[in-house]
């Protein structure tokens, strides 16, 4: 019996166009100035000081601008660059710059089965604060009470095993427990090595549904 299930967001719960046309260029403009104006506070420190150990320790301000830019346009899955992501989009969400996307079966799916008692997290390579403002600002109100926890890259990578492992022993179910939902394919597959349930949401008009992730076009074509 399913206890519990995790989603992922981008192309999962909402669309890719929402995060790529939105959000990253949202972050991309505001990014060099966030970090001047912040790059005092404490929680800004500690993410540059994170960035100067994967990069170079001596880098100054200009350069850590420089090397977040780089990393943000070759989308790449660097801890630091997804928490000051969030910090940035935190002030777009604040200001009504934009309104976070959720697919509005996805909605009425998570509402229902968190209704019956399935407990509901949140997987992705995004930050859990941006997990948590974009589910907090949506055209269908705050959803965040609908989830028990949140996961990111601080747990691993998304395509690998043990990062999976790591939230089936957090979550505290046993794998086959748990179904795990994602647009992409080897995410799907380090969930079921781990043991998970998958479900492979592709929102094509007939996705192959005898594949070896069953394929689905909405949430509201999962069978738990």
């Not at 801890?79 to 697919?103: M, N, R, V």
């Not at 492979?200 to 394929?215: F, K, M, V, Y």
Request: charged fraction near 20%.
């Amino acid at each position: 019996m399913i206890k519990a299930i995790i989603t992922d967001i981008e192309g999962t719960t909402s669309s890719l166009s929402f995060v790529k046309d939105v959000l990253f260029p949202y972050a991309r403009q505001h990014l060099a100035d966030f970090v001047r104006q912040h790059q005092h506070d404490a929680g800004i420190c500690a993410l540059l000081n994170d960035a100067r150990q994967l990069s170079d320790p001596q880098a100054d301000i200009e350069q850590l601008i420089a090397q977040f830019i780089d990393w943000l346009d070759n989308d790449q899955k660097i801890t630091p660059l997804k928490s000051l992501q969030g910090l940035i989009w935190e002030d777009g969400y604040q200001q009504a710059a934009f309104t976070g996307h959720i697919y509005k079966d996805a909605v009425d799916c998570l509402r229902d089965w968190k209704a019956h008692g399935h407990d509901l997290y949140v997987y992705s390579s995004g930050s859990v604060h941006a997990q948590k403002l974009l589910f907090a600002h949506t055209e269908y109100g705050d959803l965040t009470p609908l989830f028990s926890g949140y996961f990111d890259t601080h747990i691993g990578g998304k395509k690998e095993t043990a990062s999976y492992q790591a939230i089936i022993k957090q979550i505290g179910q046993p794998a086959d427990a748990i179904v795990f939902l994602s647009d992409i394919k080897e995410e799907l597959d380090a969930a079921r090595i781990a043991g998970m349930h998958t479900y492979w949401l592709t929102r094509e008009p007939s996705p192959d549904t005898q594949a070896i992730h069953p394929r689905v076009a909405s949430f509201s074509d999962i069978e738990l």
